[in-house]
């Protein structure tokens, strides 16, 4: 079974950086296409940012150039380095797994992270 355990979240001022760490056991890693999303309060679950087996990164606009997701296939985990953050990146963080040729979609419990202005 697969499973995703989030790190990392919590209460930073505007401009303030935080690192989310997620990390997966019961499946391998490298073939795993890993992503962060993010749910604020009252507002639909979003992509914020993507990464292939093949090290390929996609990020959302909103977070284009201040935060940066990498993976670490020894470790099997992926990390989202978010700086500069703003009030509206405040959301619940969730990490996801994926690989398509099985159909397998896990997420993990959610990670909280709170900016204030």
């Known amino acids: 079974q697969v499973q995703l355990v989030e790190s990392g979240g919590g209460l930073v001022q505007a401009g303030g950086s935080l690192r989310l760490s997620c990390t997966v056991s019961g499946s391998t890693f490298g073939v795993l296409h890993m992503a962060w999303y993010r749910q604020a309060p009252g507002k639909q679950r979003e992509l914020v940012a993507s990464i292939s087996p093949g090290v390929y990164e996609s990020y959302t606009a909103s977070v284009k150039g201040r935060f940066t997701i990498s993976r670490d296939n020894v470790k099997n985990t992926v990390h989202l380095q978010m700086n500069n953050l703003k009030p509206e990146d405040t959301a619940v963080y969730y990490c996801?797994?994926?690989?398509?040729?099985?159909?397998?979609?896990?997420w993990g419990q959610g990670t909280q992270v709170t900016v204030s202005s």
């Open positions: 996801n797994a994926q690989r398509a040729i099985t159909g397998l979609i896990v």
